[in-house]
């Protein structure tokens, strides 16, 4: 809008400056008189200059300046008005959209406010009936105890949970009320060191680790113990167990099958500097024959710090072998493994079709070339006869030519003499000629 006025007063401020200035009125005599004067001192001080040439007179011409003067300086000042109220406006509908702003903010605060109290209230009220729910819940899933103990599978041993503390004058200890066993020192106990804890059948736990080792070897008596032992890796072990089961490939090798034929060709280095690998048999002379090097290097490494060589008979040399890794770990390296091995067969695939497009664009050039130059030579063989006879007519019109060019310059000779002959001749009848007179 104001942006409009604007443009509007620039389009009709000249003209009614003009308007006013031709105005017939005292204040504007009043105005002009002034005026009148300020320019007679410009003129005087020669600021502004009278055109002498003009029809007009002196008079004229100050009245038609002072007219001008104050239509540029009314267009100034009316200016300089509308900025200044242009200004006013704007701090006013400033101050009004901040006044409006602070309303809307303190609205806003005052919805959020009600707002946090309703959800506060409604979550009271939601979790008051949660809980009461959840206690009448509880009331109907009570069930009598010896109906759960019947329903939850029963351990193969006792695994203590009733017991009691005594104690005498001479000592004192924990009492399982089921079994009566001592429990003062259960920590020290085989179950305990080995982490499968009290309750867990031993036979059950060292038939996992042997079926969790090697599956194939696993030796079982009856149906029913490979079954057992199949159901106690599926509660361990879950959905790993179950993706293993379902896995469709067989997973062996713990590296790719490069590094195990590298091992095969260098067998006899790496047997030599003692590294075990999963590809590499050793044989039992090999064995021996490295237990005995060990040896007498564990034997010179003690005379070499003063030590009696009794202490390297408790050396055992195939401490150094390493151990696997754990289950879970071997079957990963097992699949990363195997999943390299895909990658790099992929990638040598794609790296062969490659070579061949890099060896057939390399064979498409000398194709193309070859075809080029052998559709030339076709071209060649059918114009031969036509271009040797076309040769044979260009040779007799060169012999022609150059008996024509002989001929010319035999001419051009004979042209010559006779030209110094005629100049000769001219020469001496102009001199007869002067003779004569």
């Known amino acids: 809008r104001k942006t409009k006025r604007m443009a509007f007063f620039e389009s009709t401020a000249e003209e009614t400056a003009r308007n006013k200035s031709n105005a017939n009125t005292a204040a504007m005599k009043r105005a002009l008189k002034a005026l009148l004067q300020d320019i007679v001192i410009d003129v005087r001080k020669g600021i502004v200059i009278l055109d002498e040439k003009s029809k007009e007179s002196k008079n004229e011409q100050l009245k038609k300046l002072a007219k001008e003067r104050f239509a540029s300086n ?9 900025e200044v109220k242009f200004a006013e406006e704007a701090v006013e509908l400033n101050d009004q959209l901040h006044q409006r702003q602070d309303e809307v903010q303190r609205l806003i605060q005052k919805i959020r406010a009600k707002a946090d109290r309703d959800i506060t209230e409604l979550s009271d009220v939601m979790r008051a009936k949660t809980k009461k729910r959840k206690k009448h819940l509880l009331t109907k899933v009570k069930f009598d105890p010896a109906i759960f103990k019947k329903a939850a599978p029963l351990a193969a041993n006792c695994e203590h949970l009733k017991t009691k503390a005594w104690g005498d004058k001479y000592s004192k200890g924990i ?3 089921i079994c009566g066993k001592e429990l003062s020192q259960l920590e020290k106990e085989e179950s305990q060191v080995l982490g499968y804890g009290s309750g867990a059948d031993p036979w059950l736990v060292d038939a996992v680790r042997r079926h969790r080792d090697n599956e194939a070897s696993f030796r079982f008596t009856k149906a029913e113990e490979i079954t057992r032992v199949e159901e106690e890796r599926r509660r ?5 167990r179950e993706m293993e089961e379902q896995e469709g490939y067989f997973y062996d090798f713990q590296d790719l099958k490069i590094v195990y034929e590298f091992d095969q060709r260098h067998a006899k280095t790496i047997k030599r500097a003692g590294i075990f690998r999963q ?3 050793w044989t039992e002379e090999e064995l021996v024959a490295y237990g ?11 005379l070499a710090e003063g030590r009696s060589e009794v202490v390297a008979t408790d050396f055992d ?3 150094s072998i390493q151990d696997p890794p754990p289950t879970y770990r071997a079957v990963d390296e097992r699949h990363h493994s195997q999943y390299n091995e895909l990658l790099f067969s992929i990638g040598r695939l794609k ?3 490659k070579r061949i497009d890099e060896f057939r664009m390399a064979r498409f050039e000398p194709v193309e070339a070859r075809k080029l130059y052998s559709a030339i030579l076709e071209s060649l063989y059918k114009d031969a006869n036509h271009l040797e006879g076309e040769l044979d007519m260009l040779e007799r019109d060169l ?4 008996k024509l060019l002989s001929t010319l310059a035999r001419m051009q000779i004979l042209m010559d003499q006779s030209n110094k002959i005629r100049a000769q001749a001219v020469k001496d009848k102009k001199k007869s000629r002067n003779e004569a007179v």
């Open 351 to 353: 790296t062969f079709s």
């Open 399 to 402: 012999d022609k030519t150059s």
């Open 175 to 177: 009492k399982c009320l």
């Open 279 to 281: 590809g590499l048999q």
């Open 292 to 302: 005995e090097a060990r040896q007498s290097e564990r034997k010179l490494q003690l």
């Open 74 to 82: 009314w267009v100034v000042n009316q200016r300089k008005q509308l």
């Open 317 to 319: 040399p195939l401490q």
């Open 236 to 240: 361990l072990e879950k959905e790993r």
